[in-house]
């Protein structure tokens, strides 16, 4: 694998303007790719795309939506930077199934949060429910983003390139703070990695809270994005409008955000 393509990829998402959290993606996606096929990239053909993708599929167990993501990634790459034209025909997009997601009731995801001893981690968990944040989210906010004074939780540059204020609960807020007095005060990224001191990853997120829900012995398949889930859930329960829980959201389109009355909520369209 020669780093000169990776460095190009860079440049060139960079010349897209592309969000650090998509570059971050795409980079690692075509760094698996180039060394999966051990070979000079400008030589990779579509046979080695297809071998890639049926490996993720049956070897790696990559969901649909994931396997989507790093077609994504080697269709940018291949045409911008290796400036190859991509035949989509070749590479299909793969159709996703659409399954229901675990929806926690307010009593688990309440047990859930109180059951973390690791206060980072508690705050993390506490405030994607709270304000209904995407995982990219929660991991890049900064101290400044929590708006104490206005119950609310600035988000910029989220996943549709729009900024956004969220809001914040009283009990989050204590959590929130309890964590930042006895956490080291984090002025910069909120919730710093410690081992770079930038902003911690989201597999990082998925490990923590998808281990503390097995276990307290809550359902399986409790991920970071359950949190928001029931969050946008239980704001319905309670009234609240779908205009208003759309703008929480960050969702550009309504239709995005009508699949959760009913409770038919679909995991793909958040």
Same mark, same amino acid.
């Given at each position: 694998m020669d780093q000169k393509y990776l460095d190009k990829l860079m440049l060139d998402m960079k010349l897209k303007n592309f969000t650090p959290s998509t570059m971050e993606g795409y980079h690692t996606y075509v760094r698996i790719f180039l060394e999966f096929i051990r070979k000079d990239a400008m030589q990779a053909t579509y046979s080695d795309i297809r071998r890639f993708v049926f490996y993720l599929k049956d070897q790696q167990n990559k969901m649909p939506s994931t396997i989507n993501c790093y077609t994504a990634a080697l269709k940018f790459f291949f045409e911008y930077t290796l400036e190859y034209q991509w035949n989509a025909k070749k590479v299909p997009k793969m159709k996703r199934d659409r399954k229901i997601p675990v929806i926690l009731s307010r009593e688990e995801v309440d047990a859930l949060i109180d059951s973390y001893d690791n206060l980072k981690h508690k705050a993390m968990v506490s405030t994607m429910y709270s304000s209904g944040l995407r995982v990219s989210e929660v991991c890049r906010l900064k101290y400044g983003d929590v708006l104490r004074s206005e119950s609310m939780i600035y988000v910029s540059k989220s996943k549709n390139r729009q900024d956004r204020n969220t809001i914040l609960s009283e009990r989050n807020l204590e959590i929130l703070t309890a964590? +930042?007095?006895?956490?080291?005060? *984090?002025? =910069? +990224? %909120? &919730? *710093? $990695?410690?081992?770079?001191?930038? *902003? %911690? #990853? $989201? =597999?990082?997120? %998925? %490990? &923590? #809270? $998808?281990?503390?829900a097995e276990k307290i012995g809550l359902e399986s398949h409790v991920t970071p994005h359950t949190m928001r889930h029931c969050f946008a859930v239980h704001l319905l329960e309670d009234g609240v409008s779908h205009t208003f829980i759309q703008q929480l959201l960050g969702h550009r389109s309504p239709g995005s955000t009508e699949v959760y009355y009913g409770k038919q909520v679909l995991m793909e369209s958040i």
């Open positions: 964590y +930042w007095y006895h956490c080291g005060r *984090p002025m =910069d +990224w %909120l &919730f *710093p $990695s410690q081992i770079t001191g930038g *902003p %911690l #990853t $989201s =597999d990082a997120v %998925l %490990l &923590f #809270t $998808s281990g503390q």
